[in-house]
């Protein structure tokens, strides 16, 4: 998220207040309640579960270097999302939970599954959920679904789609769904043609495997509801392993007929997105293209070349936002170099570098804007280009 709202603003707007409202009032009368759907009460998947299929805590190897691990912990951490439990060592502890809850209904206008035993939605970590994960709204009934059941989250970012909806479920299809048992997708809608296609090709490449529309205004019932998460005290650090992240790649690529390669260098271009735009692009342009980079811009037409640019770079240059989550699709070893304003760096794609063996790299500009905006010192970019190999 590149604005980052005040504890004032997050409190003195009409949506909070009219959250609470309803929160004090449709919540705490059960018919009501159910009429409109509101349950703002959570209750942790470990206290809802009918199954537990894997309850796996651990120390997880950072892998970072003693620099890398000072960059996350000093300039990372105060940005990246819901981050605690790390202060610089060299494992972190990791939780991954998968359960199922049954009975269930799933909410389509919050994407979350109602536990109606416990009488409130699933969700880690939170006994009161926010207007995120609670809402008052009349919702149409679905025909029920028999069998096991999986709601993927409702998202428009790509990288989200990617290792919060994706890679999650081919984890899960590879280690732990039985071969002969059927398994319905309920997909919310999303202007990501990715997201799905995604879909449609775990469709396509697991016997039993469904996909269902999950439309904003409804709701189902259904016998058994699955639930996926990994928890490493930083929402910034996804559940990708190699594995379910290369097979997922290997699907696109088969779909696109690319052939995975090298040799090329890729200036990742935000265009004229306003949100992270670099203020002095075509004078990095101008340094990377003598360095033999070729300039590309992601837009939701062209994932079939994001898909084939990057699982034949050798070496990627961008900015930190949504669109590096192609790296999904680069071989082990490709140099990552993340670009960021001095007041807004993350960790997501240092952590997954380190789970997909990239090299990766970082440079700092100038304090971005309200839009996160911002100027790289040219310097900076010719300096570490010069250091790269030369072009194969």
Known sequence: MARVKS???????????????????IGRIGPLRRRFSFYPRGVDPGIAAALVI??????????????????????????????????????????????????AELLGHVSRIFAPRQQGVVIRDVQWVNWNFARAKRLRALPALSGRCHLLARTDNYYHALFEDLVPVVDYLERFHPRDMPLTLLLPPSRLESLNLGCALLEQAYPGVRVVAMPDDAKVAVEEALWLSFDAGNAEW?????APVRRLAELFRAHYRVEPGGGR?????????????????????????????ERFEARGDNHAEQVRLFSQADVVVGVHGAGLGNLAFCRPG????????????????????????????????????YDQAFVLNEDLLRDKLEKLAAPS
Not at 238 to 242: G, H, N, V, Y
């Open 7 to 25: 504890g004032f603003r997050k409190r003195f707007n009409i949506r909070y207040w009219r959250w609470l409202l309803a929160r004090a009032t």
């Open 54 to 103: 894997e309850d796996r805590k651990t120390e997880m190897a950072t892998a970072f270097t003693p620099e890398e691990s000072t960059f996350v912990r000093d300039r990372c951490w105060p940005y990246d999302t819901l981050a605690r439990q790390w202060t610089g060592g060299i494992t972190v502890p990791v939780q991954e939970l998968a359960v199922t809850v049954k009975p």
């Open 238 to 242: 996804s559940f990708a392993d190699a």
């Open 265 to 293: 260098r890729i200036f990742f271009s935000r265009g004229g997105s306003k949100i992270r735009r670099l203020l002095n692009e075509e004078a990095l342009w101008d340094i990377a293209k003598a360095h033999g980079f």
């Open 334 to 369: 490709t140099q990552v170099i993340e670009l960021f304003p001095g007041n807004f760096t993350k960790s997501t794609y240092l952590w997954l570098s380190k789970r997909l063996g990239l090299d990766y790299g970082w440079l700092i500009g100038e304090p971005g804007d």
